[in-house]
C-alpha cells in the first residue's frame, strides 16, 4: 500500500480547478457575519491564509523516530519498552495530537500551497470550497469539500504527509461564501514540519509549464 494512500481522497471525484472570480479578487474585507465568526472563535490570520485558533493540544506525548532527512513516511512512535537505535535516525518527543479551526472568507480566500510532515484529518464545520493536492511525483488532484455528499462533495479527508495541498473557498449562500473546517495533526503539529512551495519554479518542476500556469495563484 502506497504511503499516499487515502481513500477519503482517492475516491472522490476529480473536480475542474476553476475557481470564482472572489478567490481572483478578493474582497476588502470579511462580510458581517463571517467576521462574527473570527471574534466569536477568537481566529487570528494565518500565514497559509485565512484565519484560524489552535484549540487543543494534547498533554500526552510519544517519542517519534524518523529518518535523520526528516523523511515523512518513515516516522514512527517509539513506544516506553522500545529501545532506541541509531538506525531510527532522530528521535523526538512530540505531541500526540493538535487541533484547530481553519477559516477561509472571500477577503481572504486561498489557502497557499504548503506540505506537512504528516497526515492531517480535516473535518468540515460550514461552508463550501475546493482541495487542490500535488503529489511527489506531479499527480493533481482535486475535489469539493461540502456536505452534498450525492454530488460527489467530501466532508471529511485525510491527506497525507509529504504531499502538497491548497484550498479555495466556492460560492455558498449558507455561510457567506466561507469555508470553517478543523484539522487534527498527529503526531501534534509543529512549525518544523511545515513547508511553503518556493515559488513557480517548483511548481513547474511539479506539474510542467502549463500545469503551473493554472494551478500559480495558489501561491
Do not use: C
Amino acid at each position: 500500500m502506497s504511503e499516499f494512500y487515502s481513500p477519503t481522497i482517492d475516491e472522490a471525484p476529480d473536480a475542474e480547478i476553476d475557481p470564482p472570480s472572489f478567490v481572483k479578487f478578493p474582497a476588502s474585507a470579511p462580510p458581517t457575519s463571517l467576521r462574527n465568526v473570527i471574534d466569536e472563535l477568537q481566529l487570528i490570520e494565518h500565514g497559509e491564509g485565512g484565519f484560524f485558533k489552535e484549540t487543543d493540544r494534547s498533554p500526552f506525548t510519544m517519542a517519534v523516530a524518523e529518518s535523520d532527512d526528516h523523511v515523512p513516511m518513515n516516522s514512527q512512535a517509539v513506544g516506553p519498552n522500545i529501545s532506541v537505535t541509531s538506525e531510527m535516525g532522530t528521535v523526538t518527543r512530540r505531541h500526540y495530537s493538535t487541533l484547530i479551526y481553519y477559516l477561509l472568507t472571500p477577503s481572504s480566500p486561498i489557502g497557499r500551497m504548503h506540505k506537512n510532515k504528516n497526515r492531517i484529518i480535516h473535518i468540515l464545520q460550514k461552508g463550501k470550497g475546493q482541495y487542490v493536492l500535488i503529489y511527489p511525483d506531479g499527480r493533481v488532484k482535486s475535489f469539493k469539500v461540502g456536505f452534498n455528499h450525492s454530488q460527489g462533495e467530501v466532508s471529511h479527508w485525510v491527506v497525507p504527509g509529504g504531499v502538497y495541498k491548497a484550498s479555495f473557498v466556492q460560492p455558498n449562500e449558507e455561510f457567506s461564501n466561507g469555508l470553517l473546517i478543523s484539522e487534527v495533526v498527529v503526531p501534534g503539529f509543529e512549525y518544523i514540519d511545515h513547508n511553503f512551495m518556493s515559488g513557480l519554479e517548483e511548481l513547474q518542476k511539479l506539474v510542467g509549464e502549463d500545469r503551473a500556469e493554472q494551478l500559480k495563484f495558489l501561491i
